[in-house]
């Protein structure tokens, strides 16, 4: 048994830490600037307790996981059944930026491929772009406790080489699945996709999730406590890419991932995990951040459906103070 939780934290940063797989995200120049070694983990409980090591303060563009709290946004502007006749939740075999939409339906598969988020994003209300960007801007700030900035140069330089997003845009246009004001909901969909936050930003995301939807510093509630498992549902079907699938049989808890090097993962009514690591794998996952989780849900027996005793008992560690 580890000496304390930040202890048992330092030791997985630091074994992790040499692990050197991975490709920093280049499809846009500003990405690629990012560095390899960077590599932060915060683990936020229930409780509010907070445990970090490494870059934990370093801001990063949070891209798409950014999706799965915009899908939250948009149920509680319009709905359960008004956002469903839009977007699915059906994972799909097909890359998150796929140009495929439900033959029938005309529905893109879930809010976490790029078609289905831009359908999501499409659904925020607000008088204007600007009031959308606000009220999303207000929404994140619910999960983190604090104000968020928006990477104007990562925004504009997706605004610019997007074509792939405007593709699918039009495609939904055609179909009647987005409302005409497309360029202004794909500016918001860049723009929320740039916004700045760190490992500690999306443990506490996550913390609010296992919180039932209330910030466990703040006291703060982020989302309708009735969409709190429609966001986890997508999560965990769909969050990591065309990995989810394994990630759900290996790691077994709701999280999502960006081309940042980012992701955030709820163990339900106990922790959030914010992990921040560039070097991407080929499902578009960061290798370290993987590899955390895959750690502390083995060995605090975080799987969701996990029935056997786990190696370390997570209740007694927490509360042992860091020496
Ligand atoms: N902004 C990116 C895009 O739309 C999001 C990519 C991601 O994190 N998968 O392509």
Redesign the pocket.
């Known amino acids: 048994m580890p000496a304390s939780f930040s202890a048992y934290l330092r030791d997985i940063h630091t074994s992790l830490g040499g692990l050197n797989d991975g490709v920093v995200a280049n499809y846009i120049p500003e990405l690629a600037l990012a560095r390899s070694d960077w590599f932060g983990i915060s683990v936020i409980a229930t409780n509010g307790k907070t445990f970090e090591v490494g870059d934990c303060d370093r801001p990063f563009t949070i ?2 996981i950014s999706k799965a709290f915009v899908y939250g946004l948009a149920l509680e502007d319009r709905g359960r059944d008004y956002v469903n006749s839009k977007v699915s939740v059906e994972p799909t075999g097909e890359a ?2 796929a140009i495929v939409l439900d033959e029938v339906t005309n529905r893109p598969s879930n809010p976490m491929v ?1 078609s289905g988020a831009i359908a999501t994003t499409d659904l925020i209300d607000g008088k204007d772009a600007a009031d959308r960007l606000k009220r999303m801007l207000e929404m994140f700030e619910r999960y983190t406790g604090r104000s968020h900035d928006i990477n104007v140069p990562v925004f504009l330089s ?1 605004k610019t080489t ?1 074509h792939r ?1 405007r593709a699918i845009s039009h495609l939904m246009l055609n179909f009647g699945m987005v409302s005409d004001r497309i360029e202004e909901t794909l500016d918001l ?2 723009q929320q ?1 740039a916004i700045l936050v760190t490992a500690r930003d999306l443990a506490m995301m996550a913390a609010t999730l296992a919180n039932g939807g209330v910030n466990p510093v703040t006291g703060v509630r982020a989302l309708d406590s009735q969409y709190v498992k429609d966001v986890q549902s997508v999560m965990f079907t769909t969050g990591m890419y065309d990995y989810s699938g394994e990630w759900a049989y290996r790691i077994g808890l709701p999280a999502k991932s ?3 090097g980012g992701i955030t993962a709820v163990a339900p009514n106990c922790l959030g995990i914010g992990t921040f690591s560039p070097p991407l794998d080929a499902k ?1 996952n960061s290798v370290r951040g993987t590899q955390v989780c895959e750690a502390l849900s083995r060995d605090f027996g975080l799987h969701v459906f996990s029935a056997g005793r786990p190696r370390y008992d997570l209740a007694r560690l927490l509360e042992t103070p860091d020496e």
């Open positions: 891209q798409s998150f930026n790029n997706e997007g997003n969909y860049f996709c960006g081309v940042g578009g």
